[in-house]
Nanobody
Framework: QVQLVESGGGLVQPGGSLRLSCAAS????????MGWYRQAPGKQRELVTT???????NYADSMKGRFTISRDNAKNTAYLQMNSLKPEDTAVYYC?????????????????WGQGTQVTVSS
């Protein structure tokens, strides 16, 4: 099993910045792609950004130029740097990871999710 724990959320004023972290732990052989998603009140969950093991990134159009994803493979950790935050960025942010694990002589690949961290942008 792989566990993901998000941290770094909180209350910030419009125009401010936050840095989210996603730490993976457990019986991990390798974490492949990782990503961030968010869900605002009354809305569906949407893609924010993804990053491959090699560092190739993709962003939703509304996030380009303001949000940046990065990762440290040695620490099994991904980050989301959020700048120029707007009230409409208020949401619960979720971390996602595709992990390869080893259990009782077998290899397995699964999709894992964190429990989310609240980001509130308000004056």
């Amino acid at each position: 099993q792989v566990q993901l724990v998000e941290s770094g959320g909180g209350l910030v004023q419009p125009g401010g910045s936050l840095r989210l972290s996603c730490a993976a732990s457990g019986s991990i052989f390798r974490i492949n792609a990782m990503g961030w998603y968010r869900q605002a009140p009354g809305k569906q969950r949407e893609l924010v950004t993804t990053i491959t093991y090699g560092g190739t990134t993709n962003y939703a159009d509304s996030m380009k130029g303001r949000f940046t994803i990065s990762r440290d493979n040695a620490k099994n950790t991904a980050y989301l740097q959020m700048n120029s935050l707007k009230p409409e960025d208020t949401a619960v942010y979720y971390c996602n990871a595709q992990g390869i694990t080893y259990f009782s002589g077998s290899w397995d690949e699964n999709d894992y999710w964190g429990q989310g961290t609240q980001v509130t942008v308000s004056s």
